[in-house]
């Protein structure tokens, strides 16, 4: 069993920066890959972005290439999303979710595809 705890949410301006962190604890030799979801009100789950634990593969949702960083800190079983250039449709509850698989680059991951998930930390881009 793998445990997640999400921090950095708040209220930002359109246009400032936010920094999320996840860290993991439990089994977290399990874990080949950390991502971070997005769910607006009334909206599905919305990939963000993934990270291998490993090798360090990078995916990128379509909606926030180029704007959203993520990256990991593997002593502290930590990963962050590094949120740039943000936008009022930015605005959601933020879930990292660990995965116990590896997907090949460009692919485009599901909630299905992981197995444990934080509580969630709001956003709220302001116009």
């Known amino acids: 069993q793998v445990q997640l705890v999400e921090s950095g949410g708040g209220l930002v301006q359109a246009g400032g920066s936010l920094t999320l962190s996840c860290v993991a604890s439990?089994?977290?030799?399990?874990?080949?890959?950390m991502g971070w979801f997005r769910q607006a009100p009334g909206k599905e789950r919305e990939f963000v972005a993934a990270?291998?634990?490993?090798?360090?593969?990078?995916y990128y949702g379509d909606s926030v290439k180029g704007r959203f960083s993520i990256s990991r800190e593997n002593a502290k079983n930590t990963v962050y999303l590094q949120m740039n250039s943000l936008k009022p449709e930015d605005t959601a509850v933020y879930y990292c979710?660990?995965?116990?698989?590896?997907?090949?680059?460009?692919?485009?991951?599901?909630?299905?595809?992981?197995?444990?998930w934080g509580q969630g930390t709001q956003v709220t881009v302001s116009a």
């Open positions: 439990g089994r977290t030799f399990s874990i080949y890959a």
């Open positions: 979710a660990a995965a116990k698989m590896v997907r090949e680059l460009g692919y485009r991951w599901l909630p299905t595809d992981f197995d444990s």
């Open positions: 990270i291998s634990w490993r090798g360090g593969r990078l």
